[in-house]
């Protein structure tokens, strides 16, 4: 989700501490609506509303909260939803409706709460609650909403959570699927530079016409390890699900047969940066 969120829109991370509404009123629906409630109804985060792959069996989840900047605010409450069973995060977004609420705090005071002084991550702040939510079994969503205490302001939280029970995983979601064969035209990658320290890189794509002209390309790449493409020279990029598509630019989608024309890009990667699998279709 951190992945999505950041290719989606990148104020999403730097701007992290910004998920907040302000003078709600206690009107959170309205102010949150259906379909936006993990994005806690900012557009900045609506990646976060997309339908969710959750944690894995067997994995203990802890829900932590803080409001960013660990202050010291106290709460005019805590609330707490779990969603309902029957509701399915792996292809459905949120609603309101799909949730229960399973635990309201009320006030409580900016001190005397439990804390963890020496936490330099937390400022010394730590709120525990115990939640209830029997009969489910599988994957959920929590949701909160925290409404401080010194003002109107408000933060919506998703945290993904698996009950006991319930169907398995559908196989390895991490799997794409099958690229198409290569119809009218070629493709070939190479790296050009790499940047340890800094996870960015620069490569390129050389296309290829095959026996016949082209009017127009597009390649598909599919990284294995997850990385993305900031940009592109002489192409147009984007993302096409769990891959990446190249497309020509108005002066470079003529080619002869036989003919090429290369796009460059720069990207990043994380643990490692294998090369992509390619596939070229042509307008011919």
Request: charged share 15%.
């Amino acid at each position: 989700m951190c992945w999505q969120a950041w290719h989606a829109n990148p104020a999403a991370m730097w701007t992290w501490n910004g998920l907040i509404q302000d003078n709600v009123a206690d009107n959170h629906q309205a102010r949150v609506p259906d379909g936006k409630l993990c994005g806690g109804g900012d557009n900045t985060f609506d990646a976060l509303n997309a339908p969710r792959i959750l944690a894995r069996p067997g994995r203990r989840q802890h829900v932590h909260l803080d409001d960013a900047r660990q202050a010291r605010h106290g709460a005019a409450y805590i609330r707490f939803y779990v969603t309902r069973q029957g509701f399915d995060p792996a292809t459905q977004q949120l609603t309101w409706a799909d949730l229960e609420l399973v635990k309201d705090t009320g006030p409580f005071p900016e001190s005397g709460w439990p804390t963890r002084p020496n936490d330099p991550w937390l400022n010394g702040v730590d709120y525990s609650f115990q939640l209830s939510a029997p009969g489910r079994t599988g994957q959920h969503v929590v949701y909160a909403v925290w409404h401080a205490g010194h003002a109107d302001q408000n933060y919506y939280m998703c945290s993904d959570v698996r009950f006991p029970g319930g169907r398995p995983d559908p196989g390895n979601a991490t799997t794409p699927p099958p690229l198409d064969p290569d119809s009218g035209c070629h493709a070939t990658y190479r790296l050009t530079q790499q940047e340890t320290s800094t996870g960015r890189f620069q490569a390129e794509v050389t296309v290829t016409a095959g026996a016949a002209a082209t009017r127009a390309w597009a390649v598909t790449l599919q990284f294995p390890n997850g990385q993305v493409m900031d940009s592109a020279w002489d192409a147009t990029v984007a993302s096409d699900g769990p891959n990446w598509r190249a497309t020509n630019v108005g002066y470079n989608g003529t080619l002869a047969a036989g003919a090429g024309a290369t796009f460059r890009f720069p990207g990043y990667w994380l643990v490692t940066n294998y090369p992509p699998r390619l596939s070229c279709k042509a307008t011919t």
